[in-house]
């Protein structure tokens, strides 16, 4: 049982790289988010997705762009990769009409 | 917009209890949630609450719930040195906001021995 699997654990990007964050999960779950988390901040919202082909900005979106077309997958795209984005990323996913959220082990991401 | 506040640091001696301590500001939240994450490893749900409840117990682990002052406390009895680690608050207002979550700052516990 994967649960939510993030792929990679670690990266390091130079400043203007380009890639995508991977998240995939198997269970089925309608809904699913990208976190960020910075020392002392929590986890902020970058963008969410209620279903295949329907996403919608969080709290933190600018620099990050996503698109969900199938139920399992939700990648994570950074264009242009800046220090600023230097972060631990997370991905969630729930089931529909369900509170629980269900969280990857993270990618730890550092733009040099 | 939603605000979740908790206190940064909590250390505690092995075996007494630990009280977390958060405040939110979104009178529309539906869930609360109380979150574990060990260092280097992701989240894990430990409890949640619906707004319309005022206490939950599991195990070790009693959540209190004051609508009237937004305040949510997790205590934990009988802490041992594997409770240490970063607990999250976390709010949602519930319906298509599921996963759609506003986390506090995180509180550190540490248990000495």
């Known amino acids: 049982n994967a649960g939510v699997t993030q792929t990679p654990k670690f990266q390091v990007l130079k400043t203007g790289q380009s890639m995508t964050l991977q998240c995939a999960q198997d269970?089925?779950?309608?809904?699913m988010s990208w976190y960020r988390q910075d020392p002392g901040m929590g986890l902020r919202l970058i963008h969410y997705?209620?279903?295949?082909?329907?996403?919608d900005q969080g709290e933190v979106p600018n620099g990050y762009n996503v698109s969900r077309s199938t139920t399992e997958d939700f990648p994570l795209r950074l264009l242009s990769a800046a220090p600023s984005q230097t972060s631990v990323y997370f991905c969630?996913?729930?089931?529909?009409?369900?509170?629980?959220?269900?969280f990857g082990q993270g990618t730890r991401l550092t733009v040099v | 917009g939603e605000d979740v506040e908790q206190s940064l640091f909590l250390s505690v001696r092995e075996g007494d209890s630990s009280v977390i301590n958060c405040t939110y500001t979104?009178?529309?939240?539906?869930?609360l949630y109380w979150y574990k994450q060990e260092p280097g490893a992701g989240l894990q749900l430990l409890t949640y609450?619906?707004?319309?409840?005022d206490m939950k117990q599991d195990q070790r682990l009693t959540v209190l719930l004051n609508k009237k002052d937004k305040h949510l406390s997790l205590r934990i009895a009988d802490t041992q040195t594997g409770d240490s680690a970063i607990y999250f608050c976390?709010?949602?207002?519930?319906?298509?906001?599921?996963?759609?979550?506003?986390f506090g700052q995180g509180t550190i516990l540490t248990v000495h021995p």
């Open positions: 969630a996913s729930s089931p529909m009409g369900a509170p629980e959220a269900f």
């Open positions: 269970m089925n779950h309608e809904y």
């Open positions: 997705s209620v279903g295949a082909g329907i996403t």
């Open positions: 979104d009178s529309s939240s539906t869930y």
């Open positions: 609450i619906f707004s319309n409840m």
């Open positions: 976390a709010e949602n207002a519930g319906g298509t906001s599921y996963g759609k979550l506003t």
